[in-house]
């Protein structure tokens, strides 16, 4: 029987009654399986002991002292005690006991006593509020569990039931590995590594245990992406990192050649490489289920254009989807101007297309007089029919959810369950860390762009304080006087009376008549009618509007070469990965491109970071890693839709070693159990 398997109440433990039952349930622990695996947050070492004078050393220390005295602080209802301790070496410490008036009885003066906890230097002394106090005598000099609590429910208490569970039903557990890949990894039984948990003899032995039921955690994982990639097309996915091409290089058709020719400028190699592995899997007979990541201005778009005339030369049709209208126009206008004279049959199709033309241009979709559709989420909506749907590509991936993505694939066996689903390609301008797209997308190869386009140049991100912004005007100004265009970004479209934020709307009447009076503006926001939109955004990219106020609708879908200056206001209040979003908007050309985060004071140590780490890199790939090492992985690109990353006791960041061989030895064993 596996752990989680036992399903005997804990109230049928001695000690456990109603109330203590549902603190426990409080902590989702109602079975005895439950409570075997509330995994401890930590160990206490109590097998090492110090003086009150080594409290700056190190987080807690155990130590063996005597109560010397009992003192009292406060009045009336808050009248606190206050014990006063002396070590073996004669240095005090006091322990201030909030709420435990009790411990006076407890430990009369002249106990001897051991206490462990986190001391610190206070009001001239060294103190401990959050503090373990027993009998000498009744103390263990041993490792112990640190679990999670809720109120109510004690440290001490918690460690004798689980114990008591260990002891009573804990023999005999089964490993959930195989036998085979326990014995390889040198991992000890199920049971073993519970008692290694709950009651180790060392802090090492405690590491271990944790690091084989991670292992065991990230295997069990993996082992389900294995699977579900053979199932739905039938071979694992790609183990290399996606940094070189596991296709057979880039020869391009003769479409792609047109195309190519029609160009300014050449292919990176990272580019080539990305349409090698497109190519390899456009050639094989199992469905193409691809990631391709590239920062912004990288060239993804142009690598998707690239393998969506492959699919076309095939005789089938493509569909690029995009989250907001806003970017399926610009794909739209720039699949126009790129394919379109190779004789590509292009459609720009959104839910805000009118009744006759969409009526249209769905009739020539299922009659396949459309080679290539790109736009929302009408794509997959009902009654859009395809007559042959080869080829799906995703833009912006972390903006849809599983279902969606799944929809727009569903389209192409629609009618014909027979049908071979369509080719995926999926991309992402916001980088996602190695360790998390082997959790979160393990099932999909991955391909990597991170050359830019020659002639590119850094953009330079400067930090403004709130009331500093006279300088960054001026500067703004000189650009715009040199026939450059800017943003002005903000978290709010109206003021707000609880948030004291600047809004778009205010400022957008501010710069227009007080800072650049001489300038024409535009202000662009979610409120914005969809047609007005599209107006404000062409007089933008024609250079009739000199300076775009928007809030973050802008972060995706803008491409105008000749903006150069970035402002985002209150840029603490934005995430990583939108700022790097929304910085790469400028720097589209050649030209030299500024970003500026103004920000407030009273910074959270979480705002300074992103800070700090947008002042410092332009990289996105690194932005990712450290958007990662502060947010955790819960939120990025998107994942916590998605359903992953349940881990118990992994952590794809910090265990992203285990992550990678526990994937290695899932898939080796799959490939085995195949052969």
């Known amino acids: 029987m596996f752990v989680r398997e036992i399903g005997v109440p804990v109230t049928r433990l001695k000690g456990v009654g109603p109330a203590t039952a549902a603190q426990l349930a409080r902590l989702e622990v109602r079975t005895v399986g439950e409570l075997l695996t509330l995994w401890p947050r930590d160990w206490d070492d109590r097998t090492r002991e110090q003086s009150f004078s080594a409290f700056n050393a190190f987080p807690k220390i155990t130590v063996r002292a005597k109560v010397s005295a009992h003192d009292w602080f406060g009045f009336g209802r808050m009248r606190t005690l206050k014990l006063v301790l002396q070590d073996s070496e004669g240095v005090l410490a006091e322990l201030p006991c909030f709420n435990r008036p009790f411990l006076e009885r407890q430990f009369p003066v002249g106990s001897a006593v051991v206490v462990h906890g986190s001391f610190h230097w206070k009001y001239g002394s060294i103190q401990a509020s959050a503090f373990e106090i027993e009998p000498e005598e009744e103390a263990e000099s041993k490792v112990l569990p640190v679990y999670p609590l809720t109120a109510g429910l004690a440290q001490n208490l918690l460690r004798k039931l689980v114990l008591r569970a260990l002891s009573e039903y804990g023999k005999g557990i089964d490993t959930e590995l195989p036998e085979k890949v326990r014995r390889e990894r040198q991992i000890p039984p199920k049971a073993e590594v519970l008692r290694m948990m709950h009651a180790p003899e060392s802090l090492e032995e405690a590491d271990k245990a944790r690091k084989a039921l991670v292992f065991e955690e990230f295997w069990l994982f993996e082992l389900a992406i294995g699977k579900r990639s053979l199932e739905r097309r039938g071979k694992l996915p790609g183990q290399g990192d996606g940094t070189a091409s596991s296709g057979p290089g880039f020869t391009p058709t003769p479409l792609q050649s047109a195309l190519l020719q029609r160009l300014p400028f050449a292919l990176t190699e990272d580019q080539k490489s990305a349409l090698g592995d ?79 033309g969409r009526s249209k241009l769905l009739a020539e979709l299922a009659e396949g007089k459309i080679d290539i559709v790109i736009g929302t989420h009408a794509l ?13 590509m995703i833009d912006e991936q972390h903006r849809f959810g599983v279902l969606q993505r799944s929809a727009i694939i569903e389209k192409g066996t629609e009618g014909d369950p027979q049908r071979r689903p369509p080719h995926l390609l999926m991309m992402s301008a916001t980088p996602i860390p190695r360790t998390l797209a082997l959790s979160v ?59 004291s934020l600047k809004s778009a709307a205010a400022m957008f009447e501010h710069l227009k008549t007080r ?89 959270t140590e979480d705002a300074k970071a992103r800070l700090k780490v947008m002042h410092e890199t332009t990289d996105g790939f690194v932005i990712a890693e450290e958007d990662l090492k502060i947010r955790g992985p819960g939120d990025i690109a998107g994942i916590r839709q998605s359903g992953y990353l349940a881990f118990d006791l992994a952590d794809p960041l910090r265990d992203r070693e285990i992550l990678e061989d526990a994937r290695n030895s899932a898939f080796t064993y799959l490939l085995e159990e195949l052969s």
């Open 515 to 603: 800072v650049f009076p001489g300038y024409p503006c535009a202000l662009i926001h979610s409120q914005v009618e969809e047609e007005e939109q599209r107006r404000i955004m062409a007089e933008f990219r024609s250079g009739a509007v000199s300076i775009l106020v928007a809030t973050s609708v802008v972060e995706v879908g803008v491409d105008v070469p000749n903006a150069t200056c970035m402002v985002i206001e209150h840029a603490e209040r934005f995430g990583l990965a939108a700022l790097h979003q929304l910085r790469g908007r400028v720097g589209r050309g050649s030209l030299q491109s500024y970003c500026f985060l103004v920000y407030a004071a009273n910074l």
């Open 278 to 356: 497109i190519g390899g899997d456009f050639d094989s007979n199992i469905p193409m289920a691809r990631l391709l990541q590239g920062d912004v201005g990288s060239g993804k778009t142009l690598v998707a254009f690239m393998a969506a005339l492959r699919a076309v030369e095939g005789g089938g049709q493509a569909a690029l989807l995009a989250p907001t209208e806003l970017l399926a126009r610009q794909h739209a206008e720039n699949s126009s101007r790129l394919l379109e004279p190779l004789g590509v049959r292009l459609a720009f199709l959104t839910g805000n297309l009118k009744a006759a």
């Open 441 to 499: 997308f393990g099932d999909l190869d991955v391909s990597v762009i991170r050359t830019m386009p020659p002639g590119r140049k850094p953009i330079i991100t400067h930090l403004t304080r709130h009331g500093n912004e006279g300088n960054l005007y001026g500067f703004v100004g000189r650009e715009l006087a040199a026939g450059r265009q800017a943003y002005f970004v903000y978290p709010l479209i109206e003021e707000s009376e609880t948030l």
């Open 380 to 392: 997959f909506s009902k009654g859009v029919r395809y007559k042959n749907l080869r080829f799906a």
